[in-house]
């Protein structure tokens, strides 16, 4: 392989770097096709444990496990040449001790290639966010709306309007801002907190309903393109409408079946030798 075909993907750092220089645009992915799809577009794609919900039928991330994320990691890293991967650490693969989430965070990068691994949590993880960073591990935070925590928080609400939930999620960003997290998610905060914490910070803050102010922005790909409609929280913009395409598309497909315009000639295979 000669060395001008070896095609760089975006480290860690260089996500890093970007902050104040324009917005970081990423998307979660969770298979190859669109990985490659999202790959040119994206400077980081995130294989979120929301896979459980978005991909599982799952009712939270708390389900989610560190073989879906390597599974699914590694499906991503095939999809895409450019973007730099994170993938999610699942509820109960890091919490444990510094040890453990080293462990869990060695083999989702061991398996997977990913550049970086993310998980929940302020000022409690601190200790294992910098016990990583300084081992190799690229690791992103994600505070504010923490959805492995809703069984204990109260479930999925937009936080930070008291001083007391603002002090909070201040505290939480600073410790793993302190411990070398590269970024840092933050979700469903109010927009005066997520910018200020956005400009006190070395990390590189990725917003999903945090407002314009974050250094970054995060969506569920299947959110934006429309696919998933059961619900549209306030902070989802749909870029596309796929699921009335994708009801339309089925719906002619099984009546072509049903009439047996599908499959037509052109898609028959004959006697004499033809193209697959
Ligand atoms: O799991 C996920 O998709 C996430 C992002 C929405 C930040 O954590
Ligand atoms: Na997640």
Redesign the pocket.
Known sequence: MSVQTIQKRRTASAIRTLKGERPIVCL?AYTAPIAKLLDAHCDLL?V????GM?VYGMES?VGVTMEMMIAHGQGVMRGSKAACVVV?MPFGSYQESKEQAFRNAARLMQETGCSAV?L?GGEELAETVAFLSRRGVPVMG?VGLM?QSVNATGGYRSLGRSDEEAEKIRRDARAIDDAGAFSI?I?GTVEPLAREISASLNAAT?G?GASSACDGQ???VDDMLGIFTDFKPRFVKHFASLAPEIDRAVADYAAEVKARTFPAEEHTFQMKRQKL
């Open positions: 979660t995130l979120g444990d929301s896979l978005v991330t999610d993310k929940e994600h959805p998610v979700e990725i999903i995060v969506l569920v």
